[in-house]
Nanobody, 125 residues
Framework: VQLQASGGGLVQAGGSLRLSCVAS????????MAWFRQAPGQEREFVAA????????LYADSVKGRFTIARTNAKNIIYLQMNSLKVDDTAVYYC???????????????????WGQGTLVTVSS
């Protein structure tokens, strides 16, 4: 199983970016997916998750209303559309994959079995 994240970059506060994560080596539609992020000197934290079917999503309070997670199972890809970016959103963003888990486990780092390499998002003031 491989996860390849892309789309990071430098953006001004208030701007937008869209991250992508392509999965290979598995039947993508059978797995729940998520984005986590890790800022310098901080622990990795949950950002957003999406169920295998795409019908259910979950967001961290800090990004709710600004970020949108989506997936296209036919292309083995998930997205994270990030709008109204803030300096505090600066971090390395990781996509992650797990077998179907309980809804309450979607935001838990240890629920995820596979991780992408990360893509850096830098938001300037």
């Amino acid at each position: 199983v491989q996860l390849q994240a892309s789309g990071g970059g430098l953006v001004q506060a208030g701007g937008s970016l869209r991250l992508s994560c392509v999965a290979s080596g598995l039947t993508f539609r059978d797995y729940d997916m998520a984005w986590f992020r890790q800022a310098p000197g901080q622990e990795r934290e949950f950002v957003a998750a999406i169920r295998y079917s795409g019908g259910t999503t979950l967001y961290a309070d800090s990004v709710k209303g600004r970020f949108t997670i989506a997936r296209t199972n036919a292309k083995n890809i998930i997205y994270l559309q990030m709008n109204s970016l803030k300096v505090d959103d600066t971090a390395v963003y990781y996509c992650a994959l797990t077998s179907r888990v309980a809804y309450s486990a979607l935001a838990v780092l240890s629920s995820y079995d596979y991780w992408g390499q990360g893509t850096l998002v830098t938001v300037s003031s």
